[in-house]
Each structure stands twice: as structure tokens, then as C-alpha cells.
């Protein structure tokens, strides 16, 4: 072991000689005109070491022995796929080994020889072996792993001893031989063919369940082996005594089975039980433990894989238990289950807890005191067998004990607490089932015709979450069917809503069983062909379902129902903050933080003068919000140490860095934190036994934490998750001070975890995020809207008046930005690196690596793919290609790795070859030399994976330095010897020159790597905030040189390349984020025109104008998009609803003051006449867009490729809907031209969705 490690230098070294001999592949160093083949890998080295490691490579005096069963071995596994490549090593024959006998079995001079070699063609010839290496007609070969094994048994048969010859002796070699000559496909002479012996050494034991008696099982036991003859169980059953020979007829002739003494041993001990079945507590322990009952042979005879195989196929597993308890503080039985184990054949040890209602507890409890008494070894319950151990006795104890317990709960939780409204925020309207909500409704179709089953229209009805018109959405029996099966799968993954995709948002499990039930007796009624009996449907619910109530919000949307007024005239701001006493002498707030604090400490002062409520903290990424914040929580505390706690809610990964910063920062004890969230809730958590029956009967409440749960904490830490599920708990708490770090996360307005964040009694609110705007100014309007209510009115009103600044067009809509910025100004603090005075040096960006040439191989392979998306609509043509999102995603790595599309697996070449086809490549080893000539470090950033591998082999090669690769999916335990941290913390501490490959995934909490001065985008992300945060990884405080940022970019002078586009367009959306109201999104397929990154003189071809041919055969999401384009090129703006949740709607197209909806049906039927669902679609979404869209006069109308019949017309007419059927559809095509990627850029509006 200790040689080996010596020698690891020359291991990885390429000059290997290989030399084959009768024991092996012989491995050694040498030069030139050493003797054995060249090996010149430089994976060799490696591969060495893993099969040293694994046993199979001997170390030798000057290399290593691999021997030929070794070898074998090795190549039976994958992650040695490539070593005959590696090793040249002679092709697998094809020939077929030949075995000829003389004289008989009886004789003792039986022999059977290896005689020769049949081709693929038949022919004989013969062969000399030299190991498995064969030789045969001129030719090297090895021969196949199953031969090698047969090779090796012929030659012992050939050495056997004198007291192994003798006529059983020969019977039982030549059974073993002739079981590895038909897996090798040897061929036989006819003495040898029609000579079938079997010997078996092994027994698999077949199990079948029988009718069981009572609880009792009952095992038919089928002993058997492998390639057992057809009858062998019934010659088996009919001796009365164990033979040592059987022979059995079959139609091939008489197979002989001669019965080897372990396995007679263990075939008679079954010969004794009646009928092969064991039955009752002996069949119990036969499961448990076989080898107990078929004696001490069982062991060698029966494989325990294959047994507990046999039992898992039988459905007889069994179970381990352990009891499990949760208690409260005073000792209560909060939960009591079973922890049941499970190992099964298949795979390993599986797990599962199993928490009891205490009727279920009681049941198994009185089942294992039963099996205790009889003696039982398993107990049956609840469909498990369970293990009975030999701590049963005291596990039956200690769950009486807990029954007994929880007989007698106490109440911790009181309905006329709950419904003290007096408790939470003034904000908190009511107790009740909050908006959006369902209702269940039957209806006519024709008012007056009766009620009979042709005449009754099911409709669930809709009430918007910000208080607007019901909707009226029709339903059908299927739907309600959908709707059932989506109610039993959120039940069993304890879900509380179903997504329903004929329904505008998701629905509480309570509604929707509510309206299940309503409409099964409904359909019920229609079906019998009877009078529909309105009152039966308004009868309650026959399951008494209780919808779960909520503290309702006032929510702000439609109108402003909650404000908290601020006086317009605030203040100055101090320059100089008050500082907490409790700040550790070793660390000290930098200047931007002191002004940050002073703003705060400033605002948080005005709750009484001028009802300031809140601020949003919109500092850059690594400005230290998170210090300011905590430096805030302990001046108050020091101001009042008896004020009300204070909540920080956010992500899991921030609340780990809240607490690590409290205790780093500041002395001990000065915030003591409350992790309420994932396992820290279990002991706050109030079991339902001890709620108020009423708030479970009638409210549907069952989650609620422990009175004072708090208890001596200043700072709760909790998610989003946790404020949303035990919001009750939450909201009746007082709260001095409330942050919402990752404030994103509360900027949807209907999201559960917004409201549930507004519904909280906080004195005083804070936002903070780094990113305030990403999508629309509504993120700005719900960031204020928790902060300070009704600074910035209702939501309508606000979307109504307000525009992006980059969307301002007339100069009252510039006027109103300018309004905007004024109004939130006092409440907001965004500060970026560039403005502010961080003691870091310069961060230059290299603009000269954004113009390397295309390389000559790129270029060709960038016109193959073209050529080949050029004949995507041939069908005598393959191509990768289904649409344009899938060749954009192939030139954008295109520019970095140039490969062939589809060779995904990188395989290395000489450097100096690939550096002339990757100009990066070629570039970054120039930029690293450079680099390290000035003894500094790199940060290179890449996504994928393979192009990180290949990356890590070429700096090694030129290097001599092997970099780390850090992915997002890494461990990151500082225990583990190779976390992230602990590699991250190695390459910070070596002296010198370093490279760390890392992907922007791995860039999130935890990873600052201030040692690097130089940031290399090697692959460009999607967004430039993610390709900032990346470049902050470096630039960050404690940062002490100046740090280098490249965007190497692959550029071609005659047209604008993937690299290229994709540069320009970050650049401009990080422009456009330094405002901070425009926000700055993903880089999105929309933005790319497929022929900006082409040559012009492919442009004309790359694309095809839609025919009425082509419309006639779309599916229905390339036809929706079809008529996006369509209204789009006849000067409306047109926007593509969700496939789901649509409200009947599915292309909105807007001009000014007016507007269409339309809805889009497709058939692939040639001639087809459509009903009128179509416009019972767009009929019943007009009201949903007609809120989202108050000023626009939107009319209704219905496309299709087909036409539609009589009725359709009929109810168009009459719910003012014009009908476009494949006539017009024809003509808007002809006079339109749009072209399948007009069509497809709009379907395909996420890099996700390619096809490729």
C-alpha cells in the first residue's frame, strides 16, 4: 500500500508497456524499445489505481499484474467499460469452442478434451490457447468470459486423481461442465448432447401461500434448482424416501439428477413435512429463520438471497417495530407510533412511521398481547407482520402506558381564543373561509323547460379573491371525476389543495369534496332519467365535509380596505446611528452599514409621530444587510429588554446564516433565537387531542402551537412555509419588529405566504431583498403593501397608473414614475457596491476576450445544424431538431466545446488539437499563464457538467494542477473530507497560483471565495444578476485586490454569432436593471430572433410561412400560438394564457381601448363540425379578463382549422360571439404571412420547454 502511494507520480504517467502472458496482462515502465505495446492513455494511471484499490491489480516490482480472472471481473463492470480500448486488448471471438469425448462415463479412462473452434459460417478449425488469448487462423482473439470459466473446468477434469474416477464421480464433473458449456454456446458431440446429468449444489426453495386459518399462514414449501426438469416435484413427491439418482423422462430423452449428500440432508428434512407445509406458529418461524427447520446443511444448500427472494415474490414479508413517542414538556404522550422496518430482497432496508390514532393503538396493542400469550413469533396487524422480539413485553407496556395517558388530554387550545379578533392585527377582517372559494350550482339551460336531465347544467361558481363578480365555470361528469381522484391523492400526501385544470386556481380539499359530493348526486339523479330535485342538491353534504376556515385579509386588491396612513412630511435622517453595546469588539459596522442602521433606527422612531409601519432594505448582494438588521434588533433590546420578540422569516439556508451571524457578531446571549421551523417545531407543536373540539368540528383547524411558545426568546427564526400553515399561532403573537429576508417570496399578492405575512400584529415591518422589481411593479406595490398599507392604494389602481420607467412613453406616464420613486422613497434603501464607499478595490472588466475568432470546426459545425433545422419539416429527414429552442441550445454550447451534436461524453484529444478547434479554451490557457505568473488565483464559473470535466483535464495537462470542481449539489458538512467548504478553505489557503471550477448553481449562502482575484464566465447564465451574484463571490468585503472579471465571447465577422447575441442582450438587461424599478428577468427564447444568429445568407431559408395545409394539422398548443401570431400581425398586442387555469380563454389580444378574447379549437378531423363548447369557454371567461383588463372593451371570439355546427352558431349569436371557422382562417393566412418560428417563439417562451 505504502509502495504505491510512493510511486502515484509514475503512475499517472503515459509511457506503459503492456505484454500479455499465461497469468495475466503484464503492466510495466519502460522506453521505447521496451518490449509489449505502447500504452500511451493518460487515463491510464488512474484506472491502475482504481483497480488496485479494488483487489483485482497485483503491484509488481516495475508495474503491475493484472490476472486473466481479474480481467474478466473488471470487464463485467460498468465503470470499466473502456478498459479493452485502453489496454488493446484483441476483440471478443465468435467462435464457438467445440468438446468431444471418449469412452464412456462408466470407464475410468472417460476424458472429455477441448477439440477445436466453430466459426460464425460453421466451419472447424483449430486454435491455440495462451491464457484466453486465442490464436486461430492467423488471427488473435480472447475468448469470451464464459468459455475462459469452461476453459478452466475441462483442464481440472483433465488433471483429476485417481479417486475421482469412478462412474458417479464422472457424472457429477460432467454435470458441472456441461451447465458452463451451454452457457458458453460450446458445441457437443452426440455422446455428450444426449448425456444430460445434473448435479445440483444449490436449492432454490419456491414458497406458496396456501388459505390461511384464521391469522394463522400456510406455507407450501417447492424445493427446486437451476434448470430443474419439467415433473421433478412430482418424482420428488412420489418416493416415498429420498433417492440419491433420479432419472426423469422428458420428450429430449432421460435427464439424470443426481442428488449431492448436503442437499439430500436438507431434501429429506422437507420429505417429513405433510404435504410440504408448515402451518401455524411453525411456519411463522420457518419465514423467520428456514435454516432452524431444514437443519445445519440448509446453510451451504440454500442461498438466503434467494430465499427472502422467494418470500418477497410469496407476499410474505415481515416487519420490525419500535415503538416511537413525542412528549410535551410535561411528559404528555404528544404522537405515539411505530417506527416499522422493512428489508426485502429487491433492496435495502426500508422505513416508515406509522403515528396512531389511539383506536389504532389500542388494536395493536390487543394483537400483541395476543401473539405474546400463544407464543406467537409474528403478529399480524394493519396488513404487517410484525416481528415479535424479545423486548415486546416491555413495548406492550410502555404504549399501554401512553394510552392511558392520552385518554385524558387537556385543552390548550380554546375556540373562544381563536375567535378573539381582538388578538391580532387590525388588518385581519374576520375568521372565515377566505377568497377564492367554490360553491357547487345547478342551473338550466332553458329557463323555462323543466328539470329534466337534458335541460340541467352543472356549474361550479367561482368568487375571485379580490372580490370581484362570481365566474360560472360548466362542469361535467369527467371533471368531477378528475376532481375526485385529485382530492384522494392530495389526501394521501397530506396535501390541503387540488389543482384542477378546468378551474381558475387551486381549491381547498374541503370545497372540493364539498362539491364532489353535491355533484355525484347530481349526476346520479341525470343518469336515472328522472326529474332533477333542486332542493335534494341544497340538503348539507352527506360526509358533513367542514371547509377549513382562515383569518381573512383585507386585502387590498380591487379596493383599498386596510390603510395605515403615513404622514408625507418625515424627518432627516441622523447621519451617525446609536450602536449596540453587544457588537464584539473584534468586528465593526463598515460606513454604508452605519447609514443603514441610522435609516432604520431613523423610520422605526416615527411609529408614533408619523405612522411609519415598515421598510424595504434593497441593499446589493454582499453589503452585509444581514449585520444591519441584527445590529437593529439588539439596540432595541437594549432599549427595552422586555419589548415584544421579534420574527425573521425566510429560506431555510438565510435562517442557518441569521443564527451563525447573531453568534458571530455579537456577545452571548444578546439575541436569543427560537428556531421554530422543520424539526425545531415538534415540542411547540399542540397534539389535536388537545384543541377545542369546535375549532375541528366547525372551523377545520387541527394546526396550532402551544400557548407562550415563544417563551423567553427575542428572535424567532421560521419559513415561509411555517408562517403559512400555522398561521393562527403566528398572528395571535405580538411581534416589536418583523423581516421578511428574501423578500421576493411575498411579491404575488393572492400567494398563501403573502397573506399570511400581512395577517401578522408587527409594530414594525421590514423587506429585505436585492432584487425589489424582477417581473411587473405590482412586486413593488406588495413589497409596500405589507410594509406600509395603502402608501400605494389599491392594486388595480396602482397597475392602472403606474408603468416601468423603460415602459414610460408619454410624459404623463414619465411624470407618474417620477411620482412613484417620490412617494416610496422615505421607506426604501437601495444602495449598489458602485455607489457606496465599501474600502473595495476596482473591479475591471477584460473586454478584450469578447472577441475571440470562430474557429474553422465551429463554423462548419455551426452550418451543418443550420442545414439540418433547414429540413426539420422533410419527413424523409432526421434531425435533432424539433424546434428553433433546440438549435439555440446547440450553438450556444456550440461556441464553447465545438462537438458533433449528440457526442454529450467529452474524450480527451491533445490539447494543442482541441485549442484550435475551442478559441476559448485556447484563450483561458493563455489568460491562466499569465495569471499565474502573477502568483494568483481563478474563479472559472460553468454550468455544465461535461465541459467542467473537460476544463479539469486540460488545465492539469498544461498545468500540472488538477482544479476542483464545485457543483450546488455538493455536500456541504465541513465534516466531510470533501465538502464544499473544506475544498473551497484548501484552495483559499495554498499559496499561489489556483484554479476552481465552480457552477452558478454552487454561488448561493456559504461560498465566498475572496482569495480568487480573477472571475472567468466560461458559460454565460441567463440572467446578468445571476452573473453578478457569481462575480460577487470574489468581490465582496475582505476582498483586497483588485478583481478581473472576463466574458470570453466567440465572435465571427460575418454574422452575428449565439455568444455574441447572448452578450448583448445581458449587457442590456443588467442597464436596465441599475433602475431600479425596471427590475432585470431571464434572458428569455423570445428574445432571440433565429436569425440574428445566423449568416444572412442562410436567413431566407431557415424558416416557412404557415399554410391553411400546415393549420389543418397543428395540435392545439402550435394553433393557439398560430393565431397569437395571426391577431399580432393585425396590429394587436397578444399575450398566450396558461394551458391550464386558462378561464376559457386562451389568447388575449389587445389594441389600445379594445380588445379580443379568443378562444382556439383544433381537430385533426378533416370536415369536422365543433359544438358550441367553444363558446361556453370564452363566454365564461369574459368576466375574469374584463377585471384584469377594466379599461379595454373586449369583444368574444372563436377560431378553429375545422367549422362549427348549427348549435354553436345558435349560442354564438346570442352571447355576442364571432365565429372564424377554417374559411377565414384561410384568408387571415393569406393575407398574413407568419412563419413557424413567429409561432413557435411564442409557444416555446421557456429554455426548458425544448424538445431537443
Not at 377545520?700 to 415561509?720: D, E, H, I, Q
Request: glycine share 6%.
Amino acid at each position: 500500500m505504502f509502495k504505491l502511494f510512493k510511486r502515484t507520480k509514475v503512475a499517472e504517467s503515459t509511457s506503459w508497456r503492456r505484454q500479455f502472458s499465461p497469468a495475466g496482462v503484464v503492466l510495466t515502465k519502460g522506453t521505447a524499445t521496451s518490449d509489449g505495446a505502447a500504452i500511451e492513455s493518460p487515463l491510464l494511471g488512474g484506472y491502475l489505481t482504481q483497480l488496485f484499490d479494488d483487489g483485482l491489480a497485483v503491484e509488481t516490482e516495475d508495474g503491475f499484474l493484472l490476472g486473466w480472472d481479474a480481467m474478466y471481473a473488471a470487464l463485467e463492470r460498468s465503470d470499466f467499460n473502456a478498459l479493452p480500448d485502453l489496454l488493446q486488448l484483441p476483440a471478443f471471438t465468435n467462435a464457438r469452442p467445440v468438446l468431444r469425448s471418449s469412452n464412456s462415463l462408466t470407464d475410468r479412462e472417460f476424458s472429455i478434451a477441448l477439440a477445436g473452434w466453430l466459426g460464425v459460417d460453421g466451419a472447424a478449425s483449430d486454435g491455440v490457447l495462451n491464457g484466453p488469448l486465442l490464436s486461430r487462423d492467423g488471427h488473435d482473439a480472447l475468448i469470451r468470459a464464459e468459455q475462459w470459466r469452461l476453459f478452466k473446468e475441462v483442464v481440472a477434469f483433465s488433471r483429476r486423481g485417481e479417486e475421482d474416477r469412478g462412474d458417479l464421480a464422472h457424472r457429477q464433473a460432467w454435470g458441472r461442465i456441461r451447465k458452463l458449456a451451454l452457457a458458453a454456446g460450446a458445441h457437443l458431440d452426440d455422446f455428450l448432447y444426449r448425456s444430460v446429468v445434473l448435479t445440483p449444489e444449490k436449492l432454490e426453495i419456491g414458497l406458496r401461500r396456501s388459505e390461511d386459518v384464521g391469522d394463522d399462514h400456510v406455507i407450501q414449501i417447492e424445493p427446486g434448482f437451476d434448470a430443474a426438469p419439467p415433473h421433478w416435484l412430482d418424482a420428488f413427491d412420489r418416493a416415498r424416501e429420498v433417492r440419491d439418482r433420479y432419472d426423469i423422462v422428458t420428450p429430449e430423452g432421460i435427464v439424470q439428477v443426481l442428488v449431492t449428500p448436503k442437499v439430500r440432508t436438507v431434501l429429506q428434512e422437507i420429505k417429513r413435512l405433510p404435504g410440504r407445509r408448515v402451518a401455524g406458529s411453525r411456519a411463522q418461524a420457518f419465514l423467520l429463520n428456514p435454516y432452524a427447520t431444514l437443519g445445519a446443511d440448509a446453510v451451504d444448500v440454500i442461498e438466503e438471497s434467494q430465499f427472502e427472494q422467494a418470500r418477497e415474490d410469496a407476499g410474505l414479508d415481515y416487519e420490525r417495530f419500535t415503538p416511537l413517542f413525542e412528549r410535551d414538556a410535561t411528559g404528555y404522550p404528544v404522537r405515539v407510533g411505530l417506527l416499522i422496518e422493512t428489508a426485502v430482497a429487491s433492496g435495502p432496508t426500508s422505513s416508515e412511521t406509522q403515528w396512531l390514532e389511539d383506536a389504532e393503538l389500542l388494536s395493536f396493542t390487543e394483537a400483541l398481547s395476543r401473539a405474546l400469550k400463544l407464543g406467537h413469533q409474528l403478529v399480524a396487524w394493519s396488513g404487517y407482520d410484525l416481528v415479535v422480539q424479545g423486548d415486546a413485553e416491555q413495548h406492550l407496556k410502555a404504549l399501554r402506558e401512553a394510552l392511558g395517558q392520552r385518554s385524558v388530554p387537556p385543552t390548550l387550545v380554546s375556540y373562544a381564543e381563536v375567535h378573539d379578533l381582538s388578538g391580532y392585527s387590525g388588518r385581519v377582517e374576520s375568521i372565515g373561509v377566505e377568497k377564492p372559494y367554490y360553491s357547487p350550482y345547478i342551473a338550466k339551460k332553458k329557463e323555462d323547460d323543466g328539470w329534466f336531465p337534458e335541460n340541467v347544467l352543472p356549474v361550479v361558481v367561482y368568487q375571485p379573491q379580490d372580490g370581484g363578480e362570481p365566474v360560472a365555470v360548466p362542469t361535467s361528469k369527467p371533471a368531477i371525476e378528475k376532481l375526485k381522484e385529485g382530492v384522494q391523492s392530495a389526501e394521501m400526501k397530506g396535501e390541503e389543495e387540488v389543482n384542477a385544470p378546468w378551474l381558475p386556481s387551486p381549491i381547498s380539499v374541503g370545497e372540493a369534496k364539498r362539491i364532489v359530493t353535491t355533484f355525484e348526486d347530481v349526476f346520479a339523479d341525470m343518469e336515472s332519467g328522472k326529474p332533477f330535485d333542486p332542493e335534494k342538491s341544497r340538503r348539507p353534504a352527506r360526509n358533513n365535509i367542514v371547509p377549513k376556515k382562515q383569518l381573512v385579509l383585507r386585502a387590498n386588491i380591487e379596493a383599498l380596505e386596510y390603510e395605515e396612513l403615513r404622514r408625507e412630511a418625515l424627518q432627516s435622517v441622523p447621519v451617525e446611528p446609536k450602536l449596540p453595546k453587544s457588537i464584539r469588539p473584534e468586528y465593526a459596522l463598515l460606513p454604508h452599514q452605519r447609514a443603514g442602521l441610522a435609516w432604520m433606527q431613523h423610520l422605526f422612531s416615527l411609529q408614533t409621530e408619523y405612522q411609519v409601519r415598515g421598510a424595504v432594505l434593497a441593499d446589493d448582494m454582499g453589503l452585509g444587510k444581514t449585520f444591519q438588521l441584527l445590529a437593529l434588533m439588539a439596540w432595541l433590546l437594549e432599549l427595552d429588554p422586555d419589548m415584544h420578540p421579534m420574527l425573521v422569516v425566510a429560506p431555510v439556508s438565510l435562517l442557518e446564516n441569521w443564527a451563525e451571524e447573531a453568534n458571530k457578531f455579537f456577545a452571548p446571549g444578546t439575541l436569543p433565537l427560537l428556531t421554530a421551523y422543520g424539526d425545531g417545531l415538534a415540542e411547540l407543536r399542540v397534539p389535536r387531542a388537545q384543541i377545542d373540539q369546535r375549532l375541528q368540528t366547525e372551523d377545520g383547524l387541527v394546526r396550532f402551537l402551544r400557548p407562550n411558545w415563544v417563551g423567553s426568546a427575542k428572535v424567532v427564526l421560521t419559513t415561509y412555509e411555517t408562517l403559512r400553515d400555522l398561521e393562527f399561532s403566528f398572528a395571535a403573537q405580538k411581534w416589536s419588529l418583523m423581516v421578511c429576508d428574501e423578500a421576493q417570496r411575498i411579491k404575488n399578492p393572492a400567494a398563501m405566504v403573502t397573506r399570511a405575512a400581512k395577517k401578522q400584529n408587527v409594530a414594525f415591518k421590514i423587506a429585505c431583498t436585492g432584487t425589489p422589481v424582477e417581473n411587473t411593479l405590482a412586486d413593488m406595490w406588495c413589497l409596500f403593501d405589507y410594509v406600509q398599507p395603502g402608501l400605494l392604494g389599491a392594486l388595480n389602481d396602482f397597475g392602472q397608473r403606474y408603468r416601468k420607467p423603460i415602459e414610460a412613453k408619454t410624459e404623463e406616464e414619465k411624470a407618474r414614475v417620477d411620482e412613484l420613486r417620490a412617494r416610496i422613497a422615505p421607506q426604501i434603501l437601495r444602495r449598489l457596491k458602485s455607489q457606496v464607499d465599501t474600502g473595495l478595490p476596482p473591479k475591471i472588466v477584460v473586454e478584450g476576450c469578447r472577441r475571440l475568432p470562430l474557429s474553422s470546426t465551429q463554423r462548419n459545425l455551426y452550418a451543418k445544424a443550420i442545414e439540418s433545422f433547414k429540413k426539420r419539416g422533410d419527413p424523409t429527414h432526421t434531425t435533432p431538431f424539433k424546434n428553433h429552442l433546440g438549435l439555440l441550445h446547440y450553438l450556444r454550447l456550440l461556441c464553447t466545446d465545438p462537438r458533433p451534436h449528440g457526442l454529450g461524453i467529452f474524450r480527451p484529444e491533445p490539447v494543442s488539437q482541441y485549442r484550435e478547434k475551442a478559441p476559448k479554451l485556447d484563450w483561458l490557457l493563455n489568460q491562466l499563464h499569465a495569471i499565474k505568473a502573477k502568483g494568483e488565483k481563478v474563479i472559472v464559473f460553468c454550468e455544465f457538467r461535461e465541459i467542467q470535466r473537460l476544463l479539469q483535464h486540460y488545465i492539469e495537462a498544461e498545468f500540472g494542477l488538477r482544479p476542483e470542481i464545485i457543483n450546488g449539489d455538493t455536500k456541504a458538512s465541513a465534516s466531510h473530507a470533501a465538502s464544499r467548504q473544506k475544498r473551497i478553505k484548501a484552495f483559499q489557503d495554498a499559496p499561489g497560483f489556483g484554479v476552481l471550477v465552480l457552477s452558478p448553481v454552487a454561488v448561493g449562502f456559504g461560498v465566498n471565495i475572496q482569495a480568487a482575484n480573477h472571475v472567468v464566465h466560461y458559460t454565460r447564465t441567463w440572467n446578468p444578476a445571476k452573473e453578478d451574484q457569481a462575480t460577487d463571490r470574489a468581490y465582496r468585503i475582505n476582498q483586497k485586490k483588485p478583481v478581473y472579471v472576463y466574458y470570453p465571447v466567440v465572435r465571427a465577422e460575418d454574422f452575428t454569432t449565439f455568444d455574441v447575441k447572448l452578450d448583448m442582450l445581458l449587457e442590456y438587461k443588467r442597464g436596465l436593471a441599475e433602475d431600479m424599478l425596471n427590475g432585470a428577468g431571464d434572458v428569455a427564447p423570445g428574445d432571440f430572433n433565429l436569425a440574428d444568429v445566423v449568416p444572412e445568407s442562410e436567413r431566407a431559408y431557415i424558416d416557412e410561412r404557415i399554410t391553411l395545409d400546415m393549420a389543418l394539422r397543428m395540435g392545439w398548443q402550435h394553433f393557439e400560438c398560430l393565431v397569437g401570431a395571426l391577431w399580432s400581425k393585425c396590429g394587436y398586442d397578444c399575450y398566450r394564457t396558461p394551458s391550464t387555469n386558462d378561464n376559457g380563454v386562451d389568447i388575449v389580444a389587445l389594441a389600445g381601448s379594445r380588445g379580443q378574447l379568443i378562444q382556439a379549437k383544433t381537430s385533426g378531423t378533416d370536415g369536422a363540425t365543433l359544438g358550441w363548447e367553444a363558446v361556453k369557454d370564452v363566454v365564461t371567461g369574459e368576466a375574469f379578463y374584463h377585471r384584469r383588463h377594466p379599461t379595454v372593451e373586449l369583444e368574444k371570439v372563436c377560431i378553429t382549422n375545422q367549422f362549427f355546427n348549427r348549435q354553436a352558431h345558435e349560442n354564438a349569436v346570442l352571447n355576442s360571439v364571432e365565429l372564424l371557422d377554417q374559411t377565414h382562417l384561410g384568408s387571415l393566412l393569406k393575407k398574413h404571412e407568419v412563419t413557424m418560428l413567429e409561432v413557435e417563439r411564442m409557444l416555446y417562451a421557456e429554455w426548458q420547454q425544448s424538445e431537443d
